[in-house]
Nanobody, 123 residues
Framework: QVQLVESGGGLVQAGGSLRLSCAVS????????MGWFRQAPGKDRDFVAA?????YYADSVKGRFTISRDNAKNTVYLQMNNLKPEDTAVYYC???????????????????WGQGTQVTVSS
């Protein structure tokens, strides 16, 4: 009965910003490992960012994206600034009860996934 519902995707021009939201029901995110991944057409699902007690970022988004959470709302966010065309992908929210730090970048380590939300960045 764990559900992850994503929102906030859309079309934005290069240099613009979007904030993705992932509302979680069925478990508390405050002690969970939460991750964001993305998958571009014809490519594998790649790690973007994660948070539990620490935050983790892919090198490609470091300094531009920020992962955060609102425990009261049981929602995790991905603030995306200075978007580039290469950021275009379907973005997925993922959750796991408690991943070790060494596993937070690995998609198959996560137990729960959202449906994905499309982010398209035009040049």
């Amino acid at each position: 009965q764990v559900q992850l519902v994503e929102s906030g995707g859309g079309l934005v021009q290069a240099g613009g910003s979007l904030r993705l939201s992932c509302a979680v029901s069925g478990r508390t995110i405050s002690t969970s490992t939460m991750g964001w991944f993305r998958q571009a057409p014809g490519k594998d699902r790649d790690f973007v960012a994660a948070i539990r007690f620490n935050t983790y970022y892919a090198d490609s988004v470091k300094g531009r994206f920020t992962i955060s959470r609102d425990n009261a709302k049981n929602t995790v966010y991905l603030q995306m600034n200075n978007l580039k065309p290469e950021d275009t992908a379907v973005y997925y929210c993922a959750a796991d009860p408690a991943l070790p730090n060494s596993s937070v970048r690995i998609p198959r380590a996560y137990d729960y996934w959202g449906q994905g939300t499309q982010v398209t960045v035009s040049s």
